[in-house]
């Protein structure tokens, strides 16, 4: 089955610096991948997701990249604010006319310092 | 957008009770939903994924006598822990989706539900 790998496991930065989580995954059939913000007691909330048909995909302060060869991709966060604080997970699925179950990754703990 | 409810968002039961967890998707009809169980500081694992009518379909190490999941409608699955012990203790989330051909949605998760068995 599916293996997603993330890095770091922890990543502090001060405010206004960019924070980068690095993910791999196993299998190449995968071609959806998404990332989740998740806060204490909270459910996980899309952020950003990314289609393997594209390399690359940005939402203001956040962007996402996919190198499908290689089989890893990563989230940027520019200008990161407190609020960013949270843990980030990617995961990766097998998505077609139905979706197929993520596989997440380890998570990653960001915190931003003000 | 798409916005799944799960309840209760907390529960504390007495060893050997059942507790329900409903999930429901309030504004889209989701073809499949997951069931998914995360401990304190570690990823969500995939219990089991459930699509309307069918059986659940159960991960490997997943006893489906003590997690009952009943997917009846569109909207709507319930997970039962059943004679619940305080290692069943956990956090768990639902996630629904509609699929890839019913437009962009993804996999939309309910809040959770915090099970504390004592």
């Known amino acids: 089955g599916e293996n997603v790998e993330q890095h770091p496991s922890t990543l502090s930065v001060q405010e206004g610096d960019s924070a980068v989580i690095k993910c791999t995954y196993s299998?190449?059939?995968?071609?959806?991948f998404p990332w989740y913000k998740q806060e204490l007691g909270k459910g996980p909330q899309l952020i950003i997701d990314?289609?393997?048909?594209?390399g690359e995909k940005k939402d203001q302060r956040i962007a996402v990249t996919l190198n499908k060869t290689a089989k890893h991709f990563s989230l940027h966060i520019t200008e990161t604010q407190p609020e960013d604080s949270a843990v980030y997970f990617c995961?990766?699925?097998?998505?077609?006319?139905?979706?197929?179950?993520?596989?997440f990754g380890q998570g990653t703990i960001l915190t931003v310092h003000p | 957008g798409a916005v799944v409810s799960q309840h209760p968002s907390w529960v504390i039961c007495k060893s050997g009770t059942s507790v329900k967890i409903e999930c429901r998707s309030l504004?889209?009809?989701?073809?499949?939903m997951f069931w998914y169980r995360q401990f304190p500081k570690q990823s969500l694992m995939l219990m089991a994924t459930?699509?309307?009518?069918?059986?659940?379909?159960?991960e490997q190490g997943v006893e489906k006598d003590k997690f009952l999941i009943n997917h009846a409608s569109l909207t709507l699955s319930t997970l039962t822990v059943t004679s619940a012990h305080p290692e069943d203790s956990s956090f768990y989330i639902c996630?629904?989706?509609?699929?890839?051909?019913?437009?962009?949605?993804?996999?939309?998760f309910g809040s959770g539900t915090r099970l504390t068995v004592v």
């Open positions: 990314i289609r393997s048909n594209v």
């Open positions: 459930s699509n309307e009518g069918s059986k659940a379909t159960y």
């Open positions: 995961a990766a699925s097998i998505g077609g006319t139905s979706y197929g179950k993520l596989t």
């Open positions: 996630s629904a989706t509609r699929g890839f051909d019913r437009g962009s949605g993804g996999y939309t």
């Open positions: 299998d190449s059939a995968s071609n959806y």
């Open positions: 504004d889209f009809q989701a073809t499949t």
